[in-house]
């Protein structure tokens, strides 16, 4: 039994939702965004929220029944707030510049990465050594994040690398004279 898939998603003021095709498609101030359903759930939008149940009462279903929830959550946290990621980038000589559509990275190699920046999602460079990445879609404000941070991860000894804001870095102690 799923505690959080119990929970109906409410459905804030200015926020629609519909089933249309397969698809549940939620409107709001910032646009729309529709994900695909699963024949092993139930959906139902009624005044003012959207209830997610399963279908029928095997192991997959009760399994997918609080990631679907939580999905459908993530559909309407991004058409009324959207997210954001902020990535901070430590070490001599790396930078961030937004220019346009374009991301570009300087990360110790010896040529720059130019990274474009995906449809519906908007990245600004307050100061050379912070990315902030926001859009209304949660995986891909957070899958655009990961590749820029995949080109260099931060590293134990110095902490050099690029780190999303708040993560904890574990720090090792170098060689000892």
Known sequence: ???????P?????????KIEDGKLIVKGAK????????DLIDYKVEEGE?????????????????MQRTLVQNLVDGVTEGFTKVLEINGVGYR??????KLKLQLGFSHDIDLDV????????PDQTTVEISGI??????????????????EPYKGKGVKYRGEYIFRKEGKKK
């Open 118 to 125: 995906p449809e519906g999602l908007d990245v600004k460079t």
């Open 31 to 38: 646009g729309e965004l529709s994900m695909s359903t699963s």
């Open 137 to 154: 879609d949660k995986q891909k404000v957070g899958q655009f994040a990961a590749e820029i941070r995949e080109w260099r991860k931060p």
């Open 50 to 66: 959207v209830s997610v149940n399963p279908a029928n009462k095997t192991k997959q279903a009760r399994q997918y029944w609080g």
């Open 9 to 17: 998603v409410v459905l804030p003021a200015g926020v629609t939702a």
């Open 96 to 101: 961030a510049q937004a220019q346009g559509k």
């Open 1 to 7: 039994m799923s505690r959080i898939g119990k929970k």
